[in-house]
């Protein structure tokens, strides 16, 4: 009889946590969307995924715009790779858009000029800051709040109007759309139901339907739409009361890496909501700091927080146990560390803190 812990360790491979794929645009493409508000975690985010994980293989897709870093899904910024951009916009934005436009009611009938120079401007010089949009509004007599410029952008990049440019000495920028991704794959909105749930269900299954309608910001009748055009392709087993879709099969034991340091904001916490219980989060996560926190997982269970600092040199990483752990728990995070630490190309330093010490993560 399989167990939460056996739902999370199948998670691990289906995430390529415990198989990791050839490169980052194996990564995306497979994983659909990564959500990456922080830069640096999230590549590490798509970089443990790899056989050889290096800072430069996500980079260079997001210069050449293979991969894009873009609102979608969510009201919040994903890597979705170029040639999934446009169908997956186009079948999740509308459920979206309603929380944008709220915030963006200040602006009311303005919102027509502040798009055309936002436009007129990327069309003339494209892969521009935040700052440069803001400065190039300002000098059309447009003065806007940062908080305003970041939802007119989101608004923009949720109608496909504009996505990630060029990075400029790692700052994000813009740029149109349609210069990043000249001929966008197209599929009908039924197409589009049974793509998702088949590459949805395949890259974080088992998962339960709801958790694809948290995912995706759809209703379950859309998800069931889309299962039901995908189930032939697809195979199920029921547990507490739900039924779990995954691709057909059922991995092998992994034995490495049994380690992982992970942003809460992974897709192993953040691509479920119905059963995210598998990770065993409960105890970090009853803080309600989802997004400075970190999680240390062994073996597909959250077993430590973890926050991360970098200096010049070394990258600390700061484990707040929630239990005792057992010597080979401690050398899974250790392993974990090393791997991360080799990947930023600085030392790594492990700072353990036992359960119910003050301070910490």
Known sequence: MLTDRDIARWRLHSQHLAAPVDGAEDVVRSLLAVQAE????SA????????HPSPADLAGLLASGRVLRTHVLRPTWHYVHADDALWLLE????????????????????????????????AESP???RTELADALAGCGHELTGMQLMLLAGRLELHAEICSGVPRDGEHTYALFSDRVGAPQRLDRDEALVELALRYFTSHGPATER????????TLTDVRRGLAGAAERLDSFDHDDRTYWHAPGRPAASVSPKGHLLQVLDEMYRGY??????????RLLSRG??????MALVDGQVVAGMKRTLTARAVTFEIRKLRRLAPEEEDAI????????????LAPRLVWQEPGSPGGV
Do not use: F, K
């Not at 590490?44 to 056989?51: G, P």
């Open 44 to 51: 590490w985010a798509v970089a443990t995924r790899t056989r």
């Open 91 to 122: 079948l999740t934005r509308d459920r979206v858009l309603p929380t944008v436009d709220q915030q963006l009611v200040p602006l009311g009938d303005r919102l027509t000029a502040l798009t055309d120079v936002v436009l007129a401007t990327l």
């Open 289 to 294: 700091r989802e997004t400075t926190i970190g």
């Open 273 to 282: 909501q119905d059963s995210r219980w598998a990770l065993d989060a409960d």
């Open 211 to 218: 958790d694809l309608a948290y995912w995706a910001t759809l």
């Open 334 to 345: 250790q392993d974990a560390a090393v791997r991360c630490a080799r990947y930023l190309e």
């Open 38 to 41: 922080n830069p640096s975690q």
């Open 127 to 129: 892969d521009r800051t």
